[in-house]
């Protein structure tokens, strides 16, 4: 499975961005899509989930409320919705799969990784 993580950019605080996941390779093998950040010598850490055969989605703390995953299956793509961005938000972003049916919010179940795509929110 190969992914291509797009759509981070440059925003003022406040402000709105949509990320993009496109998925390809054995996307069947896929249970589980995420989003996870990065930011400068701070741990990656769990963002968002979404199942990618049922409904179930799951969100971090700091972003319930403000960020919406969701999925187009016949595209193959997830998305990251991410809306009310503070500089907190400022990080390198990362999507991955998951073959596991068992739900994880931890970047070391994940099985496959995009290459990251920078997000900065300014002040």
């Known amino acids: 499975v190969q992914l291509q993580a797009s759509g981070g950019g440059l925003v003022q605080a406040g402000g709105s961005l949509t990320l993009s996941c496109a998925a390809s390779?054995?996307?069947?093998?896929?249970?589980?899509m995420g989003w996870f950040r990065q930011a400068p010598e701070k741990e990656r850490e769990f963002v968002a989930a979404?199942?990618?055969?049922?409904?179930?989605?799951s969100y971090s703390d700091s972003v319930k409320g403000r960020f919406t995953i969701s999925r187009d299956n016949a595209k193959n793509t997830v998305y990251l919705q991410m809306n009310s961005l503070e500089p907190e938000d400022t990080a390198l972003y990362y999507c991955?799969?998951?073959?596991?049916?068992?739900?994880?919010?931890?970047?070391?179940?994940?099985?496959?990784w995009g290459q990251g795509t920078q997000v900065t929110v300014s002040s």
């Open positions: 991955a799969a998951d073959r596991s049916p068992v739900w994880s919010t931890i970047p070391l179940r994940y099985d496959y």
């Open positions: 979404i199942s990618w055969k049922w409904s179930r989605t």
């Open positions: 390779g054995r996307t069947l093998s896929i249970d589980t």
